[in-house]
């Protein structure tokens, strides 16, 4: 049996994507498909990517493949050209400009394709299980119209959440009713040679979830902030991954079943807004507008960090991400986040281990801070 997997929430869940995909013993997954929506610190355009942003994409019979030297025609990177890489399978863009419908015709091009018979949607976190009334539910756009569009093909669907809850949004105990509620069963538990397969996409790749998954994977245990204060506790049962039908979802997710019939991203934001009182890409439209300006990391950035990490400590915090440490210093673009990374490498080597920043220290040695700066200021 052939499948196409589909990446729920973006290019982060694409390399848990490539990763489950090994492990499936009765389903070859032939190609990977993903929104390109990144962070607005890569990308500055608020929402995800459709194939009209892009230069080099590779028209395949009405769904387009990403390779490693396509680009985007105006300001801010994709991540996924540079994914394409790294996963070892066809990497498809998903184009929901024309809602879930559009979305579905997609999907159904790239399984016959690839010949495929089934559907798998992968989800890190587990936002993918919300019926849309949680309260800490923040971002359920992508995840919504991945499994409204997967369903809406008509091709047998099944969804892998794995990671539960390391996306800060759904609390334990809701998640722990979700999979009871829609009789999930245990797909698989990863393990350290599953997380040092991919290990260096996290040197780059900022999303958080999937890093905490392959972090959890490779064993480490602790309480992690992230993006915007949200604490996580990185745990045993971090590293299950659940299996559940498709269907069983889409029945109990509102969000999901609200969207099915859309046929634009506007009318997917207009009925979020009816429901939710804002769409995900309003929330990331305000950022754009209230967000301090990026900054070069300077003499004062190991101050600011330091003294964070202190605070943070007297919380019981172990961890934060380095996404979380580049949100506190302001290194909201490539250049200033590329500069903070080696000034980091350099000064602080003890504590930053990406894709974490330790609140204290292994042992060993450190460049003067004045030495570390100056090497980061010049690249």
Not at 242 to 271: F, G, N, P
Request: glycine share 8%.
């Amino acid at each position: 049996m052939t499948a196409v997997a589909i990446a729920a929430g973006g290019g982060g869940d694409a390399v848990t994507a490539a990763l489950l995909a090994d492990k499936m013993t009765t389903l070859r997954v032939a190609a990977i498909m993903s929104f390109s929506w990144d962070r607005l610190m890569i990308d500055p355009a608020p929402g995800p990517r459709n194939r009209a942003d892009f230069d080099g994409l590779i028209d395949r019979d009405g769904v387009s493949e990403v390779p490693s030297t396509a680009v985007l025609r105006a300001d801010g990177e994709s991540t996924l050209p540079r994914l394409a890489k790294h996963i070892g399978r066809p990497l498809l863009l998903m184009d929901i400009e024309a809602g879930v419908t559009g979305l579905a015709h997609q999907i159904r091009c790239a399984a016959a394709l690839f010949g495929a018979d089934e559907l798998v949607v992968i989800d890190t976190g587990g936002d993918i299980l919300a019926t849309g009334t949680e309260s800490n539910l923040r971002s359920p756009l992508a995840d919504s119209v991945a499994l409204a569009a997967a369903i809406s093909t008509g091709l047998p669907t099944q969804v892998l959440v794995a990671g539960i809850g390391v996306d800060g949004e759904l609390s334990p105990a809701e998640l722990e009713a979700r999979l009871i509620a829609l009789d999930a069963e245990e797909f698989v538990n990863l393990v350290p040679e599953d997380a040092e397969e991919i290990a260096n996409i996290w040197s780059w790749h900022p999303s958080e979830a999937n890093a905490l998954l392959a972090v959890a994977a490779s064993g480490w245990r602790g309480c992690v902030e992230t993006q915007r204060g949200a604490v996580v506790d990185v745990t045993e049962a971090t590293t299950r991954v659940y299996r559940i039908a498709a269907a069983a979802a889409l029945a109990e997710s509102s969000l999901a079943a609200l969207l099915t019939r859309t046929s634009t991203l506007e009318e997917i934001e207009h009925l979020l807004r009816e429901r939710r009182g804002y769409s995900d890409i309003d929330v990331e439209r305000n950022r754009l507008v209230h967000r301090s300006p990026p900054r070069m990391p300077d003499a004062k950035t190991l101050a600011i960090i330091d003294g964070y990490c202190a605070h943070a400590d007297a919380r019981g915090v172990d961890a934060l991400t380095v996404r979380r440490v580049i949100e506190l210093t302001d290194a909201t673009h490539p250049a200033a986040t590329a500069a903070l990374r080696e000034h980091l490498a350099r000064s602080r080597p003890g504590n930053f281990l990406p894709p974490l920043y330790m609140v204290q220290p292994a042992k060993g040695p450190a460049l003067p801070d004045d030495a570390a700066l100056s090497s980061g200021a010049r690249n």
